[in-house]
């Protein structure tokens, strides 16, 4: 069974950045798309980045473009999100998610994805 276990959440100042880690565990990464999302208080899970297997394909929201990069290392079995120019708006509870399909297209739906990580907490102060 495939377990995925994120890091690197934290408090940072507006402005600032963290680098958020994603392993999997108990199979090496598939071929299928690897993805973030988020979940503030009160709010629905968004999606934030996606990236296929040779990482030659991504894809961000809208109010991450520019200032997230998703990235992903097959050999080490993790995936990344270095974000930075942080606002405190993308305070939130981040996730990592496995698509449930291999597909050649990123989704941007929760109910696409099968397999969901814990979670880490990133807050951002004004």
């Known amino acids: 069974q495939v377990q995925l276990v994120e890091s690197g959440g934290g408090l940072v100042q507006a402005g600032g950045s963290l680098r958020l880690s994603c392993a999997v565990f108990?199979?090496?990464?598939?071929?299928?798309?690897m993805s973030w999302f988020r979940q503030a208080p009160g709010k629905e899970r968004e999606f934030v980045a996606g990236?296929?297997?040779?990482?030659?394909?991504?894809h961000y929201a809208d109010s991450v473009k520019g200032r997230f990069t998703i990235s992903r290392d097959n050999a080490k079995n993790t995936v990344h999100l270095q974000t930075n120019s942080l606002k405190p708006e993308d305070t939130a509870v981040y996730y990592c998610?496995?698509?449930?399909?291999?597909?050649?297209?990123?989704?941007?739906?929760?109910?696409?994805?099968?397999?969901w990580g814990q979670g880490t907490q990133v807050t951002v102060s004004s």
């Open positions: 998610a496995r698509d449930s399909l291999v597909r050649n297209w990123i989704v941007t739906t929760v109910d696409e994805y099968a397999t």
């Open positions: 108990g199979r090496t990464l598939s071929t299928k798309i």
């Open positions: 990236i296929n297997y040779s990482g030659d394909m991504t």
